[in-house]
């Protein structure tokens, strides 16, 4: 599955892998502009997973980060969600989080219409 956020491209895949619980393992894809980044630690829920649903994940990770990265700006403390990918990728979603949250939304209505099926 691949969508459109600001100026990047994300893409999310199975990956083919299936960990110890039996978690489907999601490749995740990010193509902006001025960096490229690859994530294959994504899991799915304990029933396996879809394409949508494994986006729907990539995107909430990626705004905790960028939610956890407004909270260590706005107080001085460190936040346990604002490292969850590089800083690179943490600064580009605190940059567009309210992109993120509208293709979180998208995604999630795309699931409950059955695009995940």
């Known amino acids: ?14 990956s083919g892998n299936i960990d110890s619980d039996g978690r489907d393992i999601y490749a995740l894809t ?3 502009p001025t960096f490229e980044h690859s994530d294959h630690s994504i899991k799915s829920g304990c029933l396996g997973g879809t394409e949508a649903k494994g986006m729907r994940a990539s995107l909430s990770f990626l705004f905790a980060c960028a939610e956890g990265m407004s909270f260590e700006r706005c107080t001085s403390h460190k936040s346990d969600n604002a490292d969850l990918f590089p800083r ?9 989080a309210d992109e993120l949250a509208m ?10 219409a059955g695009m995940d099926l």
């Open 103 to 112: 293709a979180m939304e998208d995604v999630e209505q795309g699931i409950s």
């Open 88 to 96: 690179h990728v943490g600064e580009w979603a605190f940059a567009h």
């Open 1 to 14: 599955m691949q969508i459109q956020v600001a100026d990047a491209t994300l893409t999310v895949e199975m």
């Open 30 to 32: 990010i193509v902006t």
